[in-house]
Antibody
Framework: EVQLVESGGGLVKPGGSLRLSCDAS????????MAWVRQAPGKGLEWVSR??????????DYAAPVKGRFTISRDDSRNTLYLQMNSLKTEDTAVYYC?????????????????WGQGTLVTVSS | EIVLTQSPGTLSLSPGERATLSCRAS???????LAWYQQKPGQAPSLLIY???SRATGIPDRFSGSGSGTDFTLTISSLDPEDFAVYYC????????FGQGTRLEIK
């Protein structure tokens, strides 16, 4: 069974930093493309960042609101995904979900998300 | 950026009824790269439909998706009590954007 368990959320002041982790199991993490998606309290979903597998280049992508402040990375030896968040703003307050990109036999990896972890809450407030 | 607008914001129906949810894109969604997710209270979203009309693994056939270009629809043919949730559409043809969601509530 695929499991994604996020950790590292908490309360941080504006301008501060936080690192989120996502421990993955039940699938071949090394081959997986991974992503972070967030959801502000009572709001909709917002894609944050994506990282390809190392065999597919390991390239990263970011949504415009977080580019230059957030860094996604992976440690395949630990089956762990990370999100380093710097220069945090109040509008970054959200539940952050770790998720895998969906693999379609005919099309390869697609930018849609399945499954998801349960999320970790990040609150940016003074 | 492609903006997705979902309607209605809230849909009130009874178990056994048919639900029709709409997702309209500000530009054409390439290759029908349109997905639907279900999110129940306190839970993470889960994938229902991708490619506008393909059901994800394990999704019951009462869920169906249709549409192309800029207009897409999620239909639930006969509502089960467990279907009352929030539904999001997402396009993945040009970057990644989500709609604002439709809340499906029990009437």
């Amino acid at each position: 069974e695929v499991q994604l368990v996020e950790s590292g959320g908490g309360l941080v002041k504006p301008g501060g930093s936080l690192r989120l982790s996502c421990d993955a199991s039940g699938f071949t993490f090394t081959n997986a493309w991974m992503a972070w998606v967030r959801q502000a309290p009572g709001k909709g979903l917002e894609w944050v960042s994506r990282i390809k597998s190392k065999t597919d280049g390991g390239t990263t992508d970011y949504a415009a609101p977080v580019k230059g402040r957030f860094t996604i990375s992976r440690d395949d030896s630990r089956n762990t995904l990370y999100l380093q968040m710097n220069s945090l703003k109040t509008e970054d307050t959200a539940v952050y979900y770790c998720t895998t990109l969906y693999y379609d036999f005919w099309s390869g990896y697609l930018n849609l998300f399945d499954p998801w972890g349960q999320g970790t809450l990040v609150t940016v407030s003074s | 950026e492609i903006v997705l607008t979902q309607s209605p914001g809230t849909l009130s129906l009874s178990p056994g009824e048919r639900a029709t949810l709409s997702c309209r894109a500000s530009q054409s969604v390439s290759s029908s790269y349109l997905a639907w997710y279900q999110q129940k209270p306190g839970q993470a979203p889960s994938l229902l439909i991708y490619g506008a009309s393909s059901r994800a693994t394990g999704i019951p056939d009462r869920f169906s998706g249709s549409g192309s270009g800029t207009d897409f629809t999620l239909t639930i043919s006969s509502l089960d009590p467990e279907d009352f949730a929030v539904y999001y559409c997402q396009q993945y043809g040009s970057s990644i954007t989500f709609g604002q969601g439709t809340r499906l509530e029990i009437k």
